[in-house]
């Protein structure tokens, strides 16, 4: 973690993280939901039938390909802040299939999920439990 900013000597960089980090995702769950609503109607409603499975193919590429190409999914690029890994690089699309399958882990398991919440509130860096597993942090883009 040497090469992430320091949340104590630079703590503009975790300023009001988590909470963007919330209404990104609300953000990123409503665009997705759009999507899946496009899909649902394109295959003349029959795609109802699978809606768990389409809104979790299409919310798992649409995590991995935002994330991949900006390091932020659209939801994070409109609050201004992305990921960055251990060594403050930008996600590659290895670290980004890694954060979403930690992701989709803890949305499937409630006590992860709340674990995570309570990391992110209380951490120095704002870390959830897949962000500290895989040591990467949410910054503000501008700092």
């Not at 503009?12 to 953000?27: D, G, I, M, P, Q």
């Not at 029959?46 to 389409?54: D, E, H, Q, T």
């Not at 670290?95 to 803890?106: D, L, M, N, P, R």
């Amino acid at each position: 973690m040497n090469h992430l900013p320091d949340p104590d000597t630079q703590p503009e960089f975790y300023n009001s993280v988590t909470s963007k980090r919330f209404v990104a995702w609300l953000f990123d769950i409503a665009f997705i939901s759009l999507l899946c609503t496009v899909a649902i109607l394109l295959s003349a409603g029959l795609g109802l039938f699978f809606l768990a499975v389409i809104y979790a193919v299409i919310s798992f590429v649409y995590r991995v390909v935002t994330i991949t190409n900006g390091s932020a999914t659209l939801g994070m690029r409109f609050m201004g802040i992305e990921l960055r890994d251990a060594f403050g690089e930008r996600m590659d699309m290895g670290k980004a299939i890694a954060h979403t399958a930690g992701y989709f882990v803890s949305m499937a398991v409630a006590v992860i999920q709340i674990i995570s919440v309570i990391m992110m509130l209380t951490s120095a860096r704002g870390q959830g439990l897949t962000d500290s597993f895989l040591g990467t942090v949410m910054i503000n883009r501008r700092a």
